[in-house]
């Protein structure tokens, strides 16, 4: 007797992004074994990330043969006057379409791990071993601290600063890790005299010995990070008198640039996973969570084989915090849009963007610090030609029915977006790690060509683009995986759905 | 010239025997002097006797005093000498240590008050480390306040203590001074007054031998009074006798030498008695003293020069 065909839904797959942690058996279809090159859209897609163009255009002679452009921060002078300043190839650059070498003269770099912070009409840099540069509106020119109108004392020659609470925060300081230094009330070159000080946390950590690795404002807090201990101090407006009021044991920062304030958190890379300071208002204490939890132990992994400095940024317009491991040449991506029950942050991953450092602009724009200078986050091309491959793949379905036996007969993906393109339908039974595969047939649509004649062409788009290609499949097993995978080549792509049709057999 | 010189011979007879007898009467007046003289002292000496200092000695409860012709000397008993030593020493120790400034003192008394103090500033700094350490503060390290604002105040409570002390105890040794003046000016003071009680007892003695001594004192005019009197005596006993002769060579001289300076009469009594120089001048010149200045006198008179 001929069995019913069934159908299998699965409706926004990678809806809560990749699940490396749990065991893929019975796992929630929402989970995805694999979202690589995606993003989770507003409407809870999959959805391919974007690409990147360049800004600069003399990046390949100016960085040479390094590893590109390693910090970049937008300087915006209190008469609005903006100035982009980059680091890298032991040097320090201005300039955006051109990267013009600003390398004071007699200043020795060597290294490119700068933090950039600006504050009060000035852009400061600094790097562990380092007299800390200044750029000013008013000098012009990037010079060493000790230089500059403002400076008084001895600067710190730190890896850490953070500017918060009408100073500068400085510490890590090569052969002293303990001690957090600040700077004078709205001078950040001042380093002797009026309200400077510093504060000696070795008395402090709770934890045995620990260094300051990163530092932070969140909540009205002035919060230190080790790499096994957070303090947390209340009242940074005035040093003199500020108080510890709570230390996090056992917890620590292993990242100095993977600190982010996402608004309603603060996020960092600890040696257990990407976690955050959540805030409780009624009890005024700071619980943590672990935002990594759904792919903790891939990011663990990375993290252990990562020689390379640890980048990350946050994207309110994009809705998503991205960390980088140059090493592992992957990028993983939380959405912080929309957290989960268990308090992650729905993840994707990135591979084949390879970016060193990002950073934010005032317009919003993600800028990518790339081997060959700094790009914008925008379109569909990586280096504004290259196509790049998003790809999904789900954990084993057993359509609750482990013991049975399924046959896919028809496999119909809804992709949703613009896009010239194609697409490939695989399945996989019980496990493999092989896959069927079938090309899916898409409809193109026209889309907007910049610099190509339409004299008298008549083009007509009927928005976004829906297609509902439709595979028929083979094979059996006792679960079943699946997956799309997408050359994304200037147009973005999203998977709306999965209709599954298969003949539910036997028991096992 | 025969009468002549019998009636030189009966003048010199006459002239002889009054002096004889003038010399006689001369030498008893000078005897009569002597005499006087001689009572006169034998009482001055009694009177001297009298008036001579004799030692005594006075004697009280606290000591006594031995009077000698050398000067005084006093003696007090061995408990009042061992009072006395004892305060005058206890006193000149006392004075002994001052004019050497309070520098020492002070120190020494400023570091006694810091001892002190030391241990409850020991227990407030440790109290305000515990406190930072909660607060999460200790190794707070400013440049407006060194290290945290509380560790400036406390300090500064502390120097201000100290501070404090080191004027007390300015204070304390210049006030410790004083009192050690004062104590040591009565002691030393004191040292004296078994001396002065002892002075006043031996004053009722003193008083007596005072009056005695007065008494003597009187004695001293009426010894030389006396002395005087013996001298009255014996120079009008010499005067007395000095004029008998006087008279008496007057009258020889007027016997003998009528006519004044003449050379045949010189020439005469030269031949008639070849040593009558001698005989003349023993004549006139028989007592000694008187009779040498009246021989010296007489042999400034022309014709009498033979006599000198």
Redesign the interface.
């Known amino acids: 007797m001929a069995q019913q065909l069934q159908n299998i839904t699965i409706a926004a797959p990678s809806f809560y992004g990749v699940n490396t942690q749990d065991s893929p058996v019975q796992q929630d279809p929402g989970f995805a074994a694999q979202a690589n090159n995606a993003v989770i859209d507003k409407s809870g897609r999959i959805t391919a990330r974007k690409g990147y163009t360049y800004v600069s255009t003399n990046g390949a002679d100016v960085l040479g043969s390094s590893r590109g452009i390693t910090t970049l921060a937008e300087f915006i002078a209190n008469d609005g006057t903006v100035a982009v300043v980059s680091a890298g190839n032991n040097k320090i650059f201005t300039g955006t379409t051109t990267l013009v070498d600003a390398t004071p003269a007699l200043y020795t770099i060597t290294g490119d791990n700068w933090k950039f912070v600006s504050f009060n009409d000035h852009l400061y840099m600094f790097q562990k071993g380092h007299e800390p540069l200044v750029y000013s509106d008013h000098a012009g020119v990037v010079e060493p601290m000790t230089s500059h109108t403002h400076a008084t004392g001895t600067p710190p020659e730190g890896n850490e600063v953070l500017a918060a609470y009408g100073r500068l925060w400085v510490g890590d300081i090569e052969g002293d890790g303990n001690?957090l230094y600040w700077s004078?009330l709205l001078n950040g070159s001042g380093w002797?005299?009026?309200?400077?000080?510093?504060?000696?946390?070795?008395?402090?950590w709770s934890n045995g010995t620990d260094s300051i690795v990163a530092l932070a404002s969140y909540n009205g807090y002035l919060i230190v990070f080790g790499k096994k201990t957070i303090?947390i101090?209340s009242g940074a407006n005035s040093?003199?008198?500020?108080?510890?009021?709570d230390?996090i044991t056992n917890v620590g920062c292993v990242a100095r640039d993977s600190v982010q304030d996402i608004g309603t958190d603060l996020i960092f890379l600890s040696n257990s996973g990407i976690r955050s300071l959540g805030r409780t208002i009624q009890e005024k204490s700071n619980p943590i969570s672990l935002i990594s939890r759904n792919v903790n132990n891939d990011i663990l992994g990375a993290l252990a084989g990562e020689t390379l400095p640890i980048k990350s940024v946050y994207s309110q317009q994009e809705g998503f915090y991205l960390i980088t491991f140059p090493s592992s040449n992957i990028v993983y991506c939380f959405d912080t849009t929309l957290p989960l029950e268990n308090g992650a942050l729905r993840a994707t991953t990135w591979t084949g963007i390879k970016p060193i450092s990002f950073a934010i602009f005032d317009d919003r724009s993600l800028k990518l610090g790339l081997i060959e200078g700094f790009a914008t986050y925008t379109g569909h091309y990586d280096d504004s030609a290259s196509s790049y491959t998003m790809s999904y793949y789900s954990h084993p379905l057993d359509f609750q029915s482990p013991a049975t036996i399924k046959m896919l007969k028809t496999v119909s993906v809804a992709l949703v977006g613009n896009f010239t393109t194609q697409a490939i339908l695989r399945w996989g039974y019980d496990y493999a790690t092989t896959f069927y595969s079938a090309n899916l047939t898409l409809t193109e649509q026209t889309i907007a060509e910049y610099n190509v004649s339409e004299y008298n062409e008549c083009e007509y788009t009927s928005g976004l683009l829906v297609n509902y290609p439709r595979v028929n499949t083979k094979g059996s097993g006792n679960n079943i995986t699946i997956g799309v995978e997408t050359i994304v080549a200037g147009g973005s792509l999203s998977v709306q759905k999965f209709d599954i049709l298969a003949l539910i057999g036997r028991l096992y | 010239m025969g009468n002549d010189f019998l009636g030189l011979l009966g003048g010199l007879a006459e002239a002889g025997g009054a002096y004889a007898l003038g010399e006689y009467g001369a030498r008893q007046a000078q005897e009569t002097g002597q005499l006087g003289k001689t009572l006169a002292e034998s009482y001055a000496g009694r009177l001297q006797e009298q008036a001579q200092f004799r030692p005594f000695t006075v004697t009280t409860g606290l000591g006594g005093l031995q009077a000698q012709p050398g000067g005084l000397t006093t003696t007090l008993t061995p408990e009042q000498q061992a009072a006395q030593q004892q305060l005058f020493s206890s006193g000149l120790g006392m004075l002994g240590g001052l004019g050497q400034g309070t520098e020492a003192r002070t120190q020494q008394l400023f570091s006694q008050l810091q001892q002190m103090a030391a241990p409850e500033q020991e227990r407030q700094r440790l109290a305000l480390e515990e406190r930072l350490l909660g607060q999460g503060r200790l190794g707070l390290r400013t440049a407006q306040y060194g290290g945290a604002p509380e560790q400036l105040a406390l300090e500064k409570a502390i120097q201000e203590q100290q501070f404090a002390n080191l004027l007390g105890a300015r204070q304390q040794a210049m006030a410790e001074e004083q009192q050690q003046y004062n104590i040591g000016s009565g002691l030393f003071g004191q040292s004296y007054v078994p001396q002065q009680q002892y002075t006043a007892a031996l004053q009722p003695g003193l008083a007596q031998m005072s009056e005695i001594g007065a008494l003597q004192r009187q004695l001293i005019p009426a010894l030389g009074q006396q002395y005087g009197f013996g001298l009255e005596s014996l120079i009008g006993g010499e005067t007395v006798a000095g004029n008998i002769r006087q008279a008496g060579l007057q009258g020889l001289f007027n016997a003998l030498l009528p006519d004044r300076g003449n050379p045949e009469l010189e020439a005469i009594l030269t031949a008639m008695y070849p040593d009558s120089k001698e005989k003349i001048a023993e004549l006139l010149g028989a007592q000694p003293g008187v009779g040498g200045l009246l021989t010296s006198t007489l042999s400034k008179i022309p014709g009498f020069g033979w006599l000198g």
Do not use: A, I, V
């Open positions: 001690t004078d002797s005299g009026g309200s400077t000080g510093s504060l000696d946390l070795q008395k402090h303090l101090f040093p003199s008198t500020m108080t510890l009021t230390t």
